[in-house]
């Protein structure tokens, strides 16, 4: 399939901005047949931000509002406007802290994606690496999801499996997940944006193109 324009990303995150960085690496290498189109944080000091405009890539901060764990309709309609004027094909959740709402989700339905740090549907919520150490389960991962109403809910694109290790403290074990999100988050993109993904359900299929 040929695309009249090129598959374009729009990335948000809180936080330090590790997957974006993986993800514009493989951007970068070509791995990932896209552009990054914007990257929006609700936090003006995110290390995602900085790390955007190190690799010269449009980078916003655009204020989340009065909640804490969501956006207000003012932070939500600044959000849409900003991903729809930057003509985003695909929104990628890499550490966004706020739980998205109707409008939003009508706005892209089906084009947002999330990572998160455990093998879901366990664990879902904060600090799930965690939740997983303290439930002594003997495997964790990571997965790579759509984004439907619910929290860390939607059909599942893929998941990596880590070990839990005896001796493994919250820190060890959230640093290996963070290791394999870093290698899945950046195909399951690439996935995407060669057009091998459909929905069906609750399932995600995978055709090779
Ligand atoms: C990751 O652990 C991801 O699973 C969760 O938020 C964290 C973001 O980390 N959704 P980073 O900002 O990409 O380093």
């Given at each position: 399939?040929?695309?009249?324009?090129?598959?374009?990303?729009?990335?948000?995150?809180?936080?330090?901005?590790?997957?974006?960085?993986a993800?514009?690496?493989?951007?970068?290498?070509?791995?990932?047949?896209?552009?990054?189109?914007?990257?929006?944080?609700?936090?003006?000091?995110?290390?995602?931000?900085?790390?955007?405009?190190?690799?010269?890539?449009?980078?916003?901060?655009?204020?989340?509002?009065?909640?804490?764990?969501?956006?207000?309709?003012?932070?939500?309609?600044?959000?849409?406007?900003?991903?729809?004027?930057a003509?985003?094909?695909?929104i990628?959740?890499?550490?966004?802290?706020?739980?998205?709402?109707?409008?939003?989700?009508?706005?892209f339905?089906?084009?947002?994606?999330?990572?998160?740090?455990?093998?879901?549907?366990?664990?879902?919520?904060?600090?799930?690496?965690?939740?997983?150490?303290?439930?002594?389960?003997?495997?964790?991962?990571?997965?790579?999801?759509?984004?439907?109403?619910?929290?860390?809910?939607?059909?599942?694109?893929?998941?990596?499996?880590?070990?839990?290790?005896?001796?493994?403290?919250?820190?060890?074990?959230?640093?290996?997940?963070?290791?394999?999100?870093?290698?899945?988050?950046?195909?399951?993109?690439?996935?995407?944006?060669?057009?091998?993904?459909?929905?069906?359900?609750?399932?995600?299929?995978?055709?090779?193109?």
């Open positions: 399939m040929t695309r009249e324009h090129s598959f374009r990303l729009g990335l948000l995150g809180s936080g330090k901005g590790s997957n974006f960085a993800i514009a690496d493989a951007v970068a290498t070509g791995k990932i047949p896209a552009d990054i189109a914007l990257v929006a944080s609700d936090v003006e000091s995110a290390g995602i931000l900085t790390l955007a405009r190190d690799r010269k890539l449009p980078a916003q901060f655009i204020p989340p509002g009065k909640f804490r764990t969501k956006l207000d309709e003012d932070a939500e309609r600044a959000f849409v406007a900003a991903l729809q004027s003509n985003v094909d695909l990628v959740l890499a550490g966004f802290m706020r739980v998205l709402k109707g409008d939003f989700l009508r706005a339905e089906g084009r947002i994606v999330n990572i998160h740090p455990s093998l879901l549907p366990s664990f879902p919520g904060l600090e799930a690496w965690k939740q997983a150490l303290d439930h002594g389960v003997k495997v964790t991962g990571c997965t790579v999801h759509f984004v439907d109403a619910g929290v860390d809910a939607g059909p599942i694109i893929g998941q990596e499996t880590v070990s839990v290790l005896d001796n493994d403290t919250p820190e060890t074990l959230h640093q290996r997940i963070h290791a394999a999100e870093h290698r899945l988050y950046p195909e399951c993109v690439a996935a995407i944006a060669r057009g091998e993904i459909s929905i069906v359900g609750r399932k995600v299929i995978r055709k090779k193109i």
